[in-house]
């Protein structure tokens, strides 16, 4: 979501690039179009206004620093407006915690209990998921089995036809189960009504929960914003849980509902699968946004699934520029545990707009049977490829174009190159450290 809210953003704020100063009037047509993108993402008409009254008075008002550009600058300003429009997303209550998921249906509820509960397992909690959604009848099956997937504990009683006993009773037995951390899946409604509310005040009452969390479909529009309301009028929220950001929705909406409600994006969904799934975080998001991609998250996202020593084989061997063809396999090997090459494009700075998409895929694959085409020594020796006949050969055998070989070939040497470069690899194994 958001690409496009991203590149009219940038658009505008390229417009200023080549501006000596910022002025009321250069400042105009960027604050007009970064009103417009907004807007046009789906984001509620009084943030947007807010938010740009907010950039224009701190672009006024700021002295010009000599060392950056003044669109530099306004890029900055906009940037921090971002962050601030998102807020501070604070930490999970202490040990023991208790987590009440409420949402409309299909919003993502119980895959977030999942990945909610995932998460906290590596943060060092026992967490247990509860079945409190007695009106779908696979409801329960669908919690247990995500809940056994991860390794999590379980309770529901698909017997049980009075919503509070059943959380109650869950509650007790993962209480015996050394459970720390609480989360119940509540049962959703295609519209917001009063039962639904009764049950959430109900469950509320007798649960106690540190956590009320709201599991927003980022794809939904305006209308999210009101239930958002509605639900923290009834019982108050203390967290918003954005889904489906890998949806090509505007989101928008998503964005307003923190600024609207005051209630903080607590973590954040991109993906069916239970890894999907992370802390929000403000500063990233606007990173995201204004098209700076996220480099930390894509850092992180590689060290949660990337073999760790392969990794420092390779930095090592990338440090002493020794790196040969059997290392680019090893490293694109990795590469595809982490996604397709579109997703991590989305994270890389000023590739999301880029449209990586199967031509691309294919190019990787291509390159894969080439490097598998080549013999051991070849590998180890990329210089024996200097030799034509070895060259045809793998093509051969890789069954492709001879033009893809030396398009590959070159392709080291530039790797070669960029590593020499970077102090044969140590500037970048010491920025990777301090992901560490
Ligand atoms: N692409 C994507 N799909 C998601 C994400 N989160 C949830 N889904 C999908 O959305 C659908 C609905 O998710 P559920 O977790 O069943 O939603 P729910 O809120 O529990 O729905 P009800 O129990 O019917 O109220 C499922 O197919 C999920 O796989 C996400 O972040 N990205
Ligand atoms: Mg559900």
């Known amino acids: 979501m958001l690409e496009g809210l991203t590149q009219r953003l940038t658009e505008s704020l390229r417009k200023l690039s080549g501006k000596s100063s910022l002025s009321e009037s250069n400042i105009a047509e960027s604050l007009e179009e970064i009103q417009r993108s907004l807007l046009a993402a789906d984001v509620h008409f009084r943030v947007a206004k807010d ?11 700021q002295a010009v620093t000599q060392s950056v550009s003044p669109g530099q600058q306004f890029t ?18 202490s040990k023991p915690v208790h987590i009440l ?9 119980t895959t977030t209990c999942a990945k909610l509960g995932r998460l ?37 009683e698909p017997q049980n036809k009075d919503v509070l006993s059943m959380a109650q009773n869950g509650l007790t037995a993962m209480q015996a189960a050394g459970a720390d951390a609480f989360i119940f899946d509540t049962a959703g409604r295609l519209h917001i009504d009063a039962p639904l509310i009764n049950e959430i005040k109900q469950l509320r009452e007798r649960l106690a929960p540190e956590e009320i969390f709201f599991v927003a479909d980022s794809a939904l529009g305006q209308e999210s ?24 929705a505007r989101g928008g909406a998503a964005l307003s509902m923190k600024a609207m409600t005051q209630v903080p994006i607590r973590y954040m969904g991109h993906g069916e699968k239970a890894e999907d799934f992370s802390p929000f975080f403000a500063d990233r998001m606007a990173q995201r946004i204004l098209g700076m ?3 930390v998250s894509l850092v992180e996202k ?10 420092e084989r390779l930095a090592a061997r990338m440090e002493k520029a020794e790196f040969d063809f059997e290392d680019m396999l090893s490293q694109m090997q990795q590469m595809k545990r982490i996604g397709s090459l579109g997703s991590i494009a989305k994270l890389l700075p000023g590739m999301s707009a880029l449209n990586v998409g199967e031509k691309e895929e294919l190019k990787l694959k291509h390159s894969e049977a080439i490097i598998k085409s080549m013999n051991p020594k070849e590998r180890r020796q990329p210089r024996l490829l200097e030799v034509s006949s070895r060259r045809s050969r793998i093509a051969k055998g890789a069954g492709v174009h001879l033009r893809e070989v030396n398009a590959l070939l070159k392709q080291y040497e530039t790797m070669k190159k960029f590593m020499k470069l970077f102090g044969g690899g140590s500037k970048l194994k010491s920025l990777m450290g301090k992901f560490k």
């Open 51 to 61: 938010f740009v009254a907010k950039v224009k008075a701190e672009a006024l008002g």
């Open 76 to 93: 900055k300003i906009v940037y921090d407006a971002l962050v601030a429009l998102f807020g501070d997303s604070p930490t999970l209550k």
């Open 101 to 109: 998921m409420v949402g409309l249906h299909g919003a993502g509820k």
């Open 120 to 156: 906290l397992k590596k943060q060092g909690y026992r967490p247990a998921l509860i079945a409190c959604d007695l009106y779908r009848p696979a409801a329960i099956d669908q919690l247990r089995i995500l809940a056994h997937k991860e390794g999590l504990l379980f309770y529901g």
């Open 225 to 248: 914003v009101h239930i958002c309301q509605t639900f923290h009028a009834a019982t108050p929220l203390t967290g918003i849980i954005l889904t489906k950001l890998d949806s090509d």
């Open 293 to 295: 991609g996220d480099v």
């Open 302 to 311: 590689a060290q949660d699934l990337l073999d760790q020593k392969e990794t």
